[in-house]
Nanobody, 119 residues
Framework: QVRLVESGGGLVQAGESLTLSCEIS??????AGWYRQPPGNQRELVAT???????SYLDSVKGRFTISRDIAKNMHYLQMNSLKPDDTAVYYCTTGTFLGTIYAPNSGWGQGTQVTVSS
């Protein structure tokens, strides 16, 4: 059973940065992804990293967010720069696999970490 613990969220002003961390225990997939769920909206995939280290991003965060991982520590990270009010959401990390080019999480969901960006 996979356990995911996200941390690092908080309240920041527009233009500031945050780094989210995800501690993973248990059986993990060979890829990872961060999702977010803005208030009143559906959860969306923000960033992924494949087993080979290839990354992909939601268009609205390209150039601002960076996904990374420390395999030895079973940790994943999401560095978020130049934050905007539209980035306000609960952020969730996952592990999973790629089915072709499609990321498929298979780890379940942690409690998430709230990110709030004020204008």
């Amino acid at each position: 059973q996979v356990r995911l613990v996200e941390s690092g969220g908080g309240l920041v002003q527009a233009g500031e940065s945050l780094t989210l961390s995800c501690e993973i225990s248990g059986s993990i997939g060979n890829a990872a992804g961060w999702y977010r769920q803005p208030p009143g909206n559906q959860r969306e995939l923000v960033a992924t990293i494949s087993a080979g280290g290839r990354t992909s991003y939601l268009d609205s965060v390209k150039g601002r967010f960076t996904i990374s991982r420390d395999i030895a520590k079973n940790m994943h990270y999401l560095q978020m720069n130049s934050l905007k009010p539209d980035d306000t959401a609960v952020y969730y990390c996952t592990t999973g696999t790629f089915l072709g080019t499609i990321y498929a999480p298979n780890s379940g969901w942690g409690q998430g970490t709230q990110v709030t960006v004020s204008s």
